[in-house]
């Protein structure tokens, strides 16, 4: 960026800083440079400044004002006592102004001169500043933009929705501050208040979220009992009817591992071309299972695998993929409804990339079949698939171990991008653990107008859920590196 006329070294509130443009010391103007640290995890901001006094002493003071506040930056960092936060606040003349969060910083003398006594002050300092700094400055903390994500949904047993959003936070990537999961009470009485324990938020970026959650969620009511283009029933074993509105294999005569159904992914269909635009499914998704076995002796090995068609047919049956993804084991819950929520792993679709497809005036995505292989490792009752959810795992965040009756529950990301979550104003199941949190680029990027897909796992998951709103607190963020 271009020198700036604005350049405070300032606390989280703003109410303690040192204003290096019209202060003591002060900024020499062209001195100011940015350097990318490697793989842009932070930026190393240098510039000069010149400190003037009537003595070396008075100086040195105005020189010790400086670190006194940016030795609170290290502070920050390494003592969980320390709860204020240290920024750079800049701006040129065309901007507004934004900050960053410091890591560290250090200072070298360059020259000290002492000047004639015909000059105003008798002591010169020339100190070179290193601040290393996120790689990103991102808006005051007034500017922070709060957006409640209605129309998600929790219906029963099958806790899932998806939601357009428009990004209107700017032009680049934006913090996700906090995003709460606000409790509902729909005025019923309950003997025991409902609960979730997992919850998984997946952020896919594009550009038209009509009709897309048929995409995102195959089974039960959708697909079993027809066949859609959007993610259509391909293959069921003979020993895996159709039944209940879900898969049910019942491992007659072969318990072996072997391909038990499959399932289609959108795609381009040459015969009958697709209505909707097939490369909005294009991406990374974390794929969950929802399944049971039917008695508590029975205990089932699952994996999916992805498989392509090379010809314009299929064969008959599947073939076993060479890539599988995650197997899982299967059993009993104990629970009253045993259904629960299985991760089966993260898929590429296509698997075979697609930007090429698109230079190479493919029409669309070839159709890619995505395969169930099971066995059954003990007793012998059958094996129950009602779904499978896809969560979109580009900009994604999981959290465990929540276990939330009545309150709201809170997932934050702090100034230097640490994810944590918690509960607050409710009543709390005694747990064993505070919840932990996986997330994967937890961030909303520019330009983007994109799909939210919330799904709720609960203990029992039998039982009704009323969280319905979803607000998320987020500061815009700006990526200046060398742009002048």
């Not at 993610?231 to 069921?236: K, L, M, N, S």
Request: with cysteine; charged share 20%; aromatic share 12%.
């Amino acid at each position: 960026m271009t020198s700036p006329v604005t350049f405070e070294i300032t606390n989280y509130a703003d109410t303690t800083l040192v204003d290096l443009t019209n202060g003591n010391p002060q900024l020499v103007s062209g001195s100011f440079s940015q350097n990318m640290t490697e793989e842009g995890a932070t930026v190393m901001e240098t510039f000069q400044t010149v400190t003037t006094g009537i003595s070396r002493s008075v100086c040195r003071i105005a020189i010790a004002n400086l670190e006194r506040i940016l030795v609170r930056a290290k502070n920050f960092h390494k003592y969980a006592t320390e709860n204020e936060s240290i920024w750079i606040k800049a701006a040129t003349e065309t901007e507004t102004e934004r900050r960053s969060l410091i890591y560290s910083w250090s200072r070298k003398d360059l020259s000290e001169k002492t000047s004639s006594p015909l000059m105003d002050k008798a002591v010169i300092i020339l100190s070179q500043w290193t601040i290393e700094r996120h790689p990103y400055w991102e808006a005051l903390p007034t500017d922070a933009i709060t957006k409640t994500l209605t129309g998600l949904y929790h219906s029963g047993k099958n806790s899932y929705a998806e939601v357009a959003n428009a990004n209107d936070f700017g032009t680049a990537p934006a913090r996700i501050v906090s995003l709460t999961a606000q409790y509902a009470n729909p005025g019923t009485y309950e003997l025991v208040p409902p609960s979730f324990d997992r919850i998984w938020i997946g952020y896919h970026p594009k550009q038209d979220p009509t009709h897309w959650v048929s995409r995102l969620y195959i089974g039960a009511e959708n697909y079993w009992l027809g066949d859609s283009i959007y993610g259509r029933r391909d293959f069921v074993d003979m020993d895996c009817p159709i039944e209940n509105k879900r898969v049910e294999c019942d491992f007659p005569n072969e318990p072996q591992w072997e391909s038990r159904w499959s399932i289609l992914t959108p795609h381009n269909d040459l015969l009958t071309p697709n209505a909707l635009d097939e490369s909005k499914f294009v991406g990374q998704y974390l794929v969950i299972m929802r399944a049971r076995v039917s008695d508590q002796y029975t205990v089932a090995r699952v994996a999916l695998g992805i498989e392509q068609r090379s010809t314009t047919k299929w064969a008959d049956t599947p073939k076993i993929p060479g890539d599988l993804f995650q197997e899982v084991y299967i059993e009993d819950s104990g629970w009253t409804d045993q259904y629960k929520y299985y991760e089966m792993g993260v898929m590429q679709f296509p698997p075979e990339g697609y930007r090429q497809i698109r230079r190479d005036n493919h029409p669309g995505l070839t159709p890619n079949r995505i395969t169930c292989l099971a066995e059954r490792i003990s007793g012998t009752g059958d094996l129950w698939c009602e779904s499978l959810i896809f969560i979109p795992y580009t900009h994604f965040v999981f959290a465990n171990n929540c276990h939330l009756h009545y309150g709201d529950f809170s997932i934050i990301q702090t100034e230097n991008d640490e994810v944590l979550a918690y509960n607050y104003n409710g009543t709390y199941i005694p747990r064993i653990q505070r919840a932990e949190v996986t997330t994967n680029d937890w961030h909303i990027p520019p330009y983007t107008q994109g799909t939210w897909v919330v799904l709720i796992g609960y203990d029992p998951e039998y039982r009704p859920l009323y969280w319905s709103d979803y607000i998320l607190t987020i500061l815009p963020r700006y990526y200046t590196y060398n742009d002048d």
